[in-house]
């Protein structure tokens, strides 16, 4: 059974899918194309992945999976920074 990120992927690498998935019109329609797909989240967990999507938030598992860290600027120092914020070395 595929996890809701993991249909995503597959549904974007998908002209097939992604026809089906614009002809959903409510939740039970959204409930029975996972189903048909065999994927195991919810028709809401599923709606709310996609708007989270639509608006450039990740998910959770690719939140996790991704490699962080700072960009340091050398221009940024620590001084212009807190005069910047209007305290007093």
Do not use: H
């Amino acid at each position: 059974m595929k996890t809701i990120d993991e249909f995503i992927k597959e549904i974007e690498g998908s002209d097939t899918l992604l026809k089906e998935l614009e002809a959903i019109e409510d939740m039970d329609a959204a409930a029975a194309f996972l189903k048909k797909y065999d994927c195991g989240g919810t028709a809401e967990e599923f709606g709310k992945a996609l708007k989270a999507l639509n608006e450039g938030e990740i998910s959770d598992d690719a939140a996790e999976s991704a490699a962080g860290g700072w960009i340091i600027d050398p221009k940024n120092t620590r001084d212009s920074f807190l005069r910047g914020k209007n305290q007093v070395l």
